[in-house]
C-alpha cells in the first residue's frame, strides 16, 4: 500500500466564526465548506498560542511553546527541536514548504527539504517585546488601528502579492511532484498570510459582499471597569483609543477581512482542483487549519493576542474520504496535535514504522477521532509575548475554559451555556469542584515564576544579540530560494523532444521517428 500524501493549507488569523461551515451565514467560502462537508469537521480547535510565530511553532512540533523558549514573534526554534518536517523525512517522505512559517533563525528549513518561498516576515530578533516595560508601545511594529481605519479595496498589497507567489509556487511544486516525482509519498505546507491584517481585499473578492449587511460584533467593548486586565493590555497594546473607530469603519474592516476569507478559499479550490487534474486527490490526505483567529471588533478588541474565542480558536479540517467517514467532533483539539496525527496516518499507510519522539509530545494522535471513537479532548493555549507581563494560560476541557495569569482574576466560562463568555463563574460557589480541577492543572502545567524569569532573560538575551549585528555590515537570516535557471525551461544542452515529452502530465505517447 502507497503510504498517503499530505496537503496541509494554512491561513493566518483565520477565526471559525467567519467561515460557512462554522456557521456563518454570509462569508463566501464554498471550497473550505465543501472540504468540510467530505472531511472531519474539529468544531472546538485551539491554537497553543494566539499568535504568529508559537502557534507555528507549536504546529511544527507537537510542543507547548513555553518547553522550548518558542515564546514570541522574535523566538528562535532551535535546529535540534524535530518537526513534524523532520520525522516525515525519517519515514521516507519528500516535504515541502510553500509560504510563511516565520522561523526566526538561521535555520530557515528545520526538517523541510525545499522550501520555494521566502517568508513574508524577519527571521532575526527585531520584533521582541519588554516584559520590563509593558506600557511601553513598539510602534514600528506592533498593531494599531490602521488597519481598521483604511480598510477597503487594494488591488495589490504586500501580503497580495505574497500569496499569490505562494499559492502559484505551491501548485507548480504539485505539477513537479506528479511529472517527475520520485517515488516518495510528499508532504507540502501551503501557508498564506490571508485574511491576516491589513484588511484590504481585491475587488473582484470585496464585490462578493456587495449589498450584504455586514454584522456588527456580537459583544461590544466593556467598560474599562468592568473589563478583564489583559483586554485593558491589549486596549494599549494596539492603541485602540488613538482613533475613532466608527461603526462603518468597523463594517469596513470586516467586509474586507471575509473578502480576504474568499480570497483564500479561491486558493484552496485551485490546489484541490490540481490534485484531482493530476489524479492525486484519492491518495491525498488534505489538512485545513490557521495559526490563530482574529477578534475582528469583539470586545473592542482588534487581531489577536486574546485568549478570547475570536482569537483563540482555530478552523481544523482533515479530509481523507478514503480513511475517515465525514463527521464533526465536538471535542477540543489543537495544533500540537497535527504532529502525531500525521506520524500515526503516514505509519499506518504504509510508511513504515514510526520513529519514536525525540522528546515527550504534548500533542496526541486525532485518528481516533476522525473514526469518531473519541469523545474527550483536551486543549491547552499559552500567552507570553507583547501585551502581557506575565505567563496567561487557558485550559479548554469538556463545556469549561478556563484562564490564568499572576495579578490577574481568574475566569471560568461554561461555552455551552454562554459561548459569547459573559459571564465569569470563577466565584460561583456551585463551580467550586470545577475550579479547583484547572487550578490543579495549571499547577502542573508550569510554574509561572520560573517561565516569567526565563522569558525576561531570553528577550534580555535577543534584545542584546540583534542590537549587536545591526550595527557595521548586515547579514540576515531571511530565507534565499534557491533556483538553477540553467536547468529550467529550455536550455542548448538539453535533447529537446526528450526534455518536452518529460515536461508533460501525463506523459504523452512514445515518439520513435524513422531517423532512430
Given at each position: 500500500?502507497?503510504?498517503?500524501?499530505?496537503?496541509i493549507?494554512?491561513?493566518?488569523?483565520?477565526?471559525?466564526?467567519?467561515?460557512?461551515?462554522?456557521?456563518?451565514?454570509?462569508?463566501?467560502?464554498?471550497?473550505?465548506?465543501?472540504?468540510?462537508?467530505?472531511?472531519?469537521?474539529?468544531?472546538?480547535?485551539?491554537?497553543?498560542?494566539?499568535?504568529?510565530?508559537?502557534?507555528?511553532?507549536?504546529f511544527?512540533?507537537?510542543r507547548?511553546?513555553?518547553?522550548?523558549?518558542?515564546?514570541?514573534?522574535?523566538?528562535?526554534?532551535?535546529?535540534?527541536?524535530?518537526?513534524?518536517?523532520?520525522?516525515?523525512?525519517?519515514?521516507?517522505?519528500?516535504?515541502?514548504?510553500?509560504?510563511?512559517?516565520?522561523?526566526?533563525?538561521?535555520?530557515?528549513?528545520?526538517?523541510f527539504?525545499?522550501?520555494?518561498?521566502?517568508?513574508?516576515?524577519?527571521?532575526?530578533?527585531?520584533?521582541?517585546?519588554?516584559?520590563?516595560?509593558?506600557?511601553?508601545?513598539?510602534?514600528?511594529?506592533?498593531?494599531n488601528?490602521?488597519s481598521?481605519?483604511?480598510?477597503?479595496?487594494?488591488?495589490?498589497?504586500?501580503?497580495?502579492?505574497?500569496?499569490?507567489?505562494v499559492?502559484?509556487?505551491?501548485?507548480?511544486?504539485?505539477?513537479?511532484?506528479?511529472?517527475?516525482?520520485?517515488?516518495?509519498?510528499?508532504?507540502?505546507?501551503?501557508?498564506?498570510?490571508?485574511?491576516?491584517?491589513?484588511?484590504?481585499?481585491?475587488?473582484?473578492?470585496?464585490?462578493?459582499?456587495?449589498?450584504?449587511?455586514?454584522?456588527?460584533?456580537?459583544?461590544?467593548?466593556?467598560?474599562?471597569?468592568?473589563?478583564?486586565?489583559?483586554?485593558?493590555?491589549?486596549?494599549?497594546?494596539?492603541?485602540?483609543?488613538?482613533?475613532?473607530?466608527?461603526?462603518?469603519?468597523?463594517?469596513?474592516?470586516?467586509?474586507?477581512?471575509?473578502?480576504?476569507?474568499?480570497?483564500?478559499?479561491?486558493?484552496?479550490?485551485?490546489?484541490?482542483?490540481?490534485?484531482?487534474?493530476?489524479?492525486?486527490?484519492?491518495?491525498?490526505?488534505?489538512?485545513?487549519?490557521?495559526?490563530?483567529?482574529?477578534?475582528?471588533?469583539?470586545?473592542?478588541?482588534?487581531?489577536?493576542?486574546?485568549?478570547?474565542?475570536?482569537?483563540?480558536?482555530?478552523?481544523?479540517?482533515?479530509?481523507?474520504?478514503?480513511?475517515?467517514?465525514?463527521?464533526?467532533?465536538?471535542?477540543?483539539?489543537?495544533q500540537?496535535?497535527?504532529l502525531?496525527?500525521?506520524?500515526?496516518?503516514?505509519?499506518?499507510?504504509?510508511?513504515?514504522?514510526?520513529?519514536?519522539?525525540?522528546?515527550?509530545?504534548?500533542?496526541?494522535?486525532?485518528?481516533?477521532?476522525?473514526?469518531?471513537?473519541?469523545?474527550?479532548?483536551?486543549?491547552?493555549?499559552?500567552?507570553?509575548?507583547?501585551?502581557?507581563?506575565?505567563?496567561?494560560?487557558?485550559?479548554?476541557?469538556?463545556?469549561?475554559?478556563?484562564?490564568?495569569?499572576?495579578?490577574?482574576?481568574?475566569?471560568?466560562?461554561?461555552?455551552?451555556?454562554?459561548?459569547?463568555?459573559?459571564?465569569?463563574?470563577?466565584?460561583?460557589?456551585?463551580?467550586?469542584?470545577?475550579?479547583?480541577?484547572?487550578?490543579?492543572?495549571?499547577?502542573?502545567?508550569?510554574?509561572?515564576?520560573?517561565v516569567?524569569?526565563?522569558?525576561?532573560?531570553?528577550?534580555?538575551?535577543r534584545?542584546?544579540?540583534?542590537?549587536a549585528?545591526?550595527?557595521?555590515?548586515?547579514?540576515?537570516?531571511?530565507?534565499?530560494?534557491p533556483r538553477?535557471?540553467?536547468?529550467?525551461?529550455?536550455?542548448?544542452?538539453?535533447?529537446l523532444?526528450?526534455?518536452?515529452?518529460?515536461?508533460?502530465?501525463?506523459?504523452?505517447?512514445?515518439?520513435?521517428?524513422r531517423?532512430?
Amino acid at each position: 500500500m502507497a503510504a498517503s500524501n499530505f496537503l496541509i493549507v494554512m491561513a493566518d488569523q483565520l477565526t471559525p466564526f467567519a467561515l460557512g461551515c462554522y456557521g456563518h451565514p454570509l462569508v463566501r467560502s464554498p471550497h473550505i465548506d465543501a472540504l468540510a462537508a467530505e472531511g472531519v469537521v474539529f468544531d472546538s480547535a485551539y491554537c497553543n498560542s494566539p499568535l504568529c510565530t508559537p502557534g507555528r511553532y507549536a504546529f511544527m512540533t507537537g510542543r507547548y511553546v513555553s518547553r522550548f523558549g518558542g515564546y514570541d514573534n522574535a523566538a528562535y526554534l532551535p535546529s535540534t527541536l524535530p518537526t513534524f518536517a523532520h520525522y516525515l523525512r525519517a519515514m521516507g517522505y519528500r516535504t515541502c514548504l510553500s509560504g510563511k512559517m516565520h522561523f526566526v533563525g538561521p535555520d530557515q528549513l528545520h526538517g523541510f527539504e525545499q522550501r520555494v518561498t521566502t517568508d513574508i516576515y524577519p527571521a532575526d530578533f527585531g520584533w521582541v517585546p519588554d516584559w520590563r516595560m509593558p506600557e511601553q508601545r513598539i510602534d514600528l511594529w506592533y498593531h494599531n488601528m490602521s488597519s481598521v481605519k483604511q480598510a477597503g479595496v487594494a488591488e495589490i498589497t504586500n501580503q497580495l502579492a505574497y500569496d499569490d507567489e505562494v499559492g502559484a509556487q505551491a501548485l507548480r511544486w504539485l505539477y513537479d511532484a506528479a511529472r517527475n516525482g520520485d517515488g516518495r509519498p510528499f508532504c507540502l505546507v501551503t501557508s498564506f498570510i490571508h485574511p491576516h491584517d491589513p484588511y484590504a481585499a481585491r475587488r473582484q473578492f470585496w464585490d462578493l459582499y456587495e449589498g450584504e449587511e455586514i454584522d456588527l460584533p456580537r459583544v461590544a467593548r466593556p467598560a474599562a471597569e468592568a473589563n478583564d486586565p489583559h483586554s485593558l493590555r491589549l486596549e494599549r497594546a494596539i492603541a485602540v483609543d488613538a482613533a475613532e473607530v466608527t461603526e462603518e469603519d468597523v463594517r469596513r474592516a470586516r467586509r474586507a477581512y471575509y473578502a480576504n476569507v474568499s480570497y483564500v478559499d479561491h486558493w484552496l479550490g485551485r490546489l484541490m482542483q490540481t490534485l484531482t487534474d493530476l489524479g492525486l486527490r484519492d491518495d491525498t490526505v488534505v489538512v485545513f487549519l490557521s495559526d490563530h483567529g482574529d477578534m475582528l471588533g469583539e470586545r473592542g478588541l482588534w487581531y489577536k493576542m486574546s485568549l478570547y474565542e475570536w482569537s483563540v480558536r482555530i478552523p481544523l479540517i482533515v479530509s481523507a474520504p478514503q480513511l475517515f467517514a465525514a463527521r464533526r467532533v465536538a471535542a477540543p483539539a489543537s495544533q500540537v496535535d497535527v504532529l502525531p496525527s500525521l506520524m500515526a496516518l503516514a505509519a499506518e499507510s504504509g510508511a513504515g514504522e514510526m520513529p519514536e519522539p525525540v522528546d515527550p509530545l504534548d500533542g496526541v494522535s486525532l485518528l481516533p477521532a476522525c473514526r469518531g471513537e473519541a469523545d474527550q479532548g483536551r486543549a491547552v493555549s499559552e500567552y507570553l509575548a507583547e501585551g502581557a507581563a506575565a505567563p496567561l494560560l487557558m485550559i479548554r476541557q469538556g463545556r469549561f475554559k478556563y484562564t490564568c495569569c499572576p495579578g490577574d482574576p481568574e475566569q471560568l466560562f461554561d461555552l455551552e451555556a454562554d459561548p459569547d463568555e459573559l459571564t465569569n463563574l470563577a466565584g460561583d460557589p456551585g463551580q467550586a469542584e470545577v475550579l479547583a480541577d484547572f487550578r490543579r492543572q495549571a499547577g502542573a502545567h508550569w510554574d509561572t515564576e520560573a517561565v516569567a524569569r526565563a522569558v525576561l532573560e531570553d528577550q534580555a538575551r535577543r534584545r542584546f544579540i540583534n542590537g549587536a549585528l545591526t550595527r557595521g555590515q548586515h547579514t540576515g537570516w531571511d530565507y534565499q530560494p534557491p533556483r538553477a535557471a540553467g536547468d529550467e525551461y529550455t536550455r542548448s544542452h538539453m535533447e529537446l523532444s526528450d526534455h518536452d515529452a518529460r515536461s508533460r502530465f501525463p506523459p504523452p505517447p512514445a515518439f520513435t521517428p524513422r531517423w532512430r
